[in-house]
């Protein structure tokens, strides 16, 4: 693999191109989520070795390098090589990703530094809201994440996926 995160015009043209660095090669980019003065988030999914804890997080600025962020060893394990879904906080101050298959979500400055982690059974949904984040889980929970504690808002006979949307 090659991943990639290319930037294109309207009309089609490559405005800007990044390219993971050789030995992520199989750190596959997935989700992104877009700060309205550009700053981007990817969110990766590793498709390599299991056991591998490879950063599952990357930020970038068109014209820049990007930044990859990594929790601790531990934490980056704990993630399972999956990240299901990324949102900016809803005050722009963080972004996080969430991994249904090691049950967190995973906070970051927006430069990349860790912030700290929650754990949820099948977490994956999130979005920006208020000055956190709205994030759902499979078994129907919809919870709002300020300062990176969660708090249940309600729950639904619904088993949520990795979309959501604040309304």
Do not use: K
């Not at 049950?103 to 099948?122: I, K, P, Q, V, W």
């Amino acid at each position: 693999m090659r991943p990639n995160l290319t930037y294109l015009s309207p009309d089609g043209a490559i405005l800007d191109r990044i390219e993971l660095a050789p030995d992520l090669r199989r750190n596959s980019i997935r989700h992104l989520a877009v700060r309205q003065d550009g700053l981007v988030g990817f969110a990766m999914q590793w498709q390599g070795t299991a056991g591998a804890a490879p950063p599952l997080l990357g930020l970038h600025r068109i014209g820049g390098s990007p930044t990859l962020a990594a929790a601790s060893l531990a934490d980056e394990l704990a993630m399972r090589g999956y990240a299901g879904s990324i949102a900016f906080s809803g005050n722009d101050t963080e972004v996080a990703i969430t991994s249904p298959r090691g049950g967190r979500l995973h906070r970051f400055t927006t430069e990349g530094d860790f912030l700290g982690s929650a754990s949820r059974t099948d977490i994956c949904g999130l979005a920006p809201h208020q000055e956190g984040f709205l994030a759902s889980d499979g078994l129907g929970g919809l919870l709002a994440i300020r300062t990176g504690v969660p708090m249940a808002l309600s729950r639904f006979d619904y088993a949520w996926d990795n979309h959501i949307v604040g309304l």
